[in-house]
């Protein structure tokens, strides 16, 4: 890949983070916050962008757009597109259901924490004699995972919080983004041909 061509897929990256990011977060505050009212927005867009692509209406980006979705669709660049694109659902949808965990199964302790950390900046008011939830850990057939998970569901938790939401508001967002642009990409993939064969 040369340097020509590094440089066209920043622009692309930029473009589209550009467009597509700040429509999400437009739509879920203003529109509907649902995951079936969020749905298929990309996917009307990027349909969009293809036609206005398709027909010339986009000028010289969109030239450079057509030219790195076939790179990227049909050469080797594409299977660390859908890596990336599932490693990115497994950390975004674990992370919001370790918040939903934090607010719900752990939402005692998630409280004392943010109290502790937070508020009061004073840890010494946490001990696991204080802790209501602990127990869940200390019961558990699986210390190693209930440790993880009650850590990470209270951190979390706090994280989002802390956000006042839009922790969780963001990662539900980049969520929905993935899981559109990886069934498009894989939709193209499988039941497109690109016109010319181009290595990326």
């Not at 990256?13 to 509907?32: A, D, N, Q, T």
């Not at 943010?114 to 840890?123: E, K, M, P």
């Not at 939401?165 to 963001?170: D, M, P, V």
Request: aromatic share 14%.
């Amino acid at each position: 890949m040369g340097i020509g061509d590094f440089k066209e897929k920043l622009i692309v990256i930029g473009f589209l983070i550009g467009l597509f990011l700040p429509l999400r977060l437009v739509f879920v505050e203003y529109v509907s916050d649902q995951w079936l009212g969020n749905f298929g927005l990309i996917s009307g867009l990027g349909i969009t962008l293809l036609i206005l692509t398709k027909k010339g209406r986009l000028g010289k980006i969109g030239s450079i757009l057509e030219k790195q979705m076939k790179k990227t669709i049909f050469g080797k660049t594409g299977k660390y597109v859908i890596g990336i694109s599932i490693l990115s659902l497994l950390y975004f949808g674990s992370s919001i259901f370790f918040m939903e965990r934090g607010e719900s199964v752990f939402s005692e302790d998630k409280a004392m924490f943010y109290d502790a950390i937070v508020s009061n900046n004073d840890l010494n008011q946490l001990n696991p004699n204080n802790l209501k939830n602990i127990h869940i850990v200390y019961d558990s057939d699986n210390r190693i995972y209930s440790t993880f998970d009650y850590a990470f569901s209270i951190t979390y938790a706090i994280m989002n919080e802390f956000s006042s939401g839009w922790l969780e508001h963001l990662y539900f967002i980049l969520l929905v983004e993935q899981v559109e642009i990886l069934g498009i990409f894989l939709f193209c993939r499988i039941f497109s041909k690109p016109i010319v064969s181009t290595p990326a």
